[in-house]
């Protein structure tokens, strides 16, 4: 790639793109503003993408895998891993997984209020294992690497206290003062008992699951307890996974509106199970569900760096160091998605990674 080339910069403060080139100077690459409005070009340079939901405690469970079969490979700069780690365990993690993310990705930690973190499917379903004040201390001695608490509600739960693990997991969040991620699936507990109890900067992921229990109506427009969820700040977030993201859901809500999420893979090793997909990938499936162009980059930006507290990362300053450099190409080709729920979606246009900027050094990727 000619570095001289014209290229397209998202400047996801202003929520607007700009036309310039990039440049090299002293071994290191950045970006050059010629114009205040994009060129007609499929290359574009962003904020350094972030993940906000993966599960990288490599080796633990039937989820975790290393961060480098994921991370810079896929343009992904920043990914924080969703409860795998619970006060048992964070230790083990800190000590011998943590050292090998030196270069590959900034790692951010979700805690889970059980005890053991993420072992298996089931890890809610004993209540003597959910430990709030050990959780909220355990988060408070990693500042800077902890983000938040992290419940999964699903219909694996005693169905008689299926909202004990959200309670116990918002009391964590409240001592530690730190915000609560909740997975929702198949209820029970249903998401019209779980959204009225949710405070501003918690956050929902799979979101578009379409799973019964879901917040949507028959129409598949946003309840209004989510309507009310949305209005008191709680934020949203897709999380691929292995079966938690149905296109059908996704197009309706964007098409009445619901549409600002983050945009993140879920990547665990039970994804394997399925059809393989990338960071990207779930970039253009959201596009083609409706979700507009400039949206999905802040899905994938600010919006989920924010969400981690990484109010300096989505900035012009910052792509000097951290960027991703990718193509906005039409699909001639005519790939097609598909979903776990028998839905198919062909793009007219896809996401294709074309380079990092690490430090300010271009690091170039293979397709």
Known sequence: MCLQSKINAYDAQKRCFLGGVLKESGGQVAFVQESDRPYDVPLYIAPGFVDMHVHFFDGYGIFGMHASRF????????????????????EAFCQYILPTYQGVVFPKLWMNICRFGLPSNHECIDFSMLAPEETAEAALRYPGLVVGIKVRLNCDIPEEGCLVPLEKA???AELAQLPLMVHISQGPPDCRDILPRLRKGDIVTHIYNGKPGSPWTQEGAPSPELLDAQARGVLFDIAHGYSSFNFKTCAAAVAHGFSDVSVSTDMHKRCFL??????????GKAHACGIPFEQVLYGVTRKPAEMLG????????NMRDHATVFAYTDNVQGKVFYDAFGNSVTPEKLFVPKAIVTGGRWEALTD
């Open 71 to 90: 991370g810079h490979k896929w343009g992904v700069h920043v990914m924080s891993d969703a409860g795998s780690c619970g006060v048992e365990n964070i």
């Open 170 to 172: 918002l009391q964590a």
């Open 274 to 283: 399925g059809p393989p997909f990338t960071f990207a990938d779930v970039m």
């Open 310 to 317: 990484m109010y300096d990362w989505a900035t012009l300053e």
